[in-house]
T-cell receptor, first 113, second 114 residues
Framework: NAGVTQTPKFRVLKTGQSMTLLCAQD?????MYWYRQDPGMGLRLIHY?????TTAKGEVPDGYNVSRLKKQNFLLGLESAAPSQTSVYFC???WGAGAGELFFGEGSRLTVL | GESVGLHLPTLSVQEGDNSIINCAYS??????FIWYKQESGKGPQFIID?????DKRQGQRVTVLLNKTVKHLSLQIAATQPGDSAVYFC?????????????FGGGTRLMVKP
């Protein structure tokens, strides 16, 4: 099993451009998450999904949109990228609520110039 | 405000020694805590977890201690090895009914000296 796979792994954007990060998991997990990680800081939750067709805002949702059209995929979109969105983005998935580990992808490094 | 934090940003230990990484939390309603290890260029990996109805849990070479009185969490690594060099995050689950949302601390970098 591949676990959690993120694409692309690296991307450079100009301010104002749009892009989509794709996360795919093959563990049949119900819950999926997008986090961002900035230097010297922990992971901050952007958006999450508790099942196919559902999404919810996390701690830092502004400037991002998400979609969960299929259970195995969770997309993170930036409609108009800003330099403040330069970060490493991690997708994660888990079985369900309340407990249990999150399985993380390898990360996607995004630079906005 | 409510937060999950760490006492030390960097910890340097000699190979073979025991390591102790500390974490403070401020939300007494948190009932689940996890430690993650993140190696350079990789995503976080689960190490061990503990529920608030426990004060100690052991894994392979790792032990997590929870002191609810002072809202303190620690990760102990026995016989630290070079492969243990990484950033360690503690995380707490604050909203069990709103998904498995974890709040992460800032991380402690563990450096193992040969």
């Amino acid at each position: 099993n591949a676990g959690v796979t993120q694409t692309p792994k690296f991307r450079v954007l100009k301010t104002g451009q749009s892009m989509t990060l794709l996360c795919a998991q093959d563990m049949n997990h119900e819950y999926m998450y997008w986090y961002r990680q900035d230097p010297g800081m922990g992971l901050r939750l952007i958006h999450y999904s508790v099942g196919e067709g559902t999404t919810a805002k996390g701690e830092v949702p502004d400037g991002y949109n998400v979609s969960r059209l299929k259970k195995q995929n969770f997309l993170l979109g930036l409609e108009s990228a800003a330099p403040s969105q330069t970060s490493v983005y991690f997708c994660a998935s888990s079985w369900g609520a309340g407990a249990g580990e999150l399985f993380f992808g390898e990360g996607s490094r995004l630079t906005v110039l | 405000g409510e937060s999950v934090g760490l006492h030390l940003p960097t910890l340097s230990v000699q190979e073979g020694d025991n390591s102790i990484i500390n974490c403070a939390y401020s939300n007494s309603a948190s009932d689940y805590f996890i430690w993650y290890k993140q190696e350079s260029g990789k995503g976080p990996q689960f190490i061990i977890d503990i529920r608030s109805n426990m004060d100690k849990r052991q894994g392979q070479r790792v032990t997590v201690l929870l002191n609810k009185t002072v809202k303190h969490l620690s990760l102990q690594i026995a016989a630290t090895q070079p492969g243990d060099s990484a950033v360690y995050f503690c995380a707490e689950n604050r909203a069990r009914n709103a998904g498995n949302m974890l709040t992460f601390g800032g991380g402690t970098r563990l450096m193992v000296k040969p």
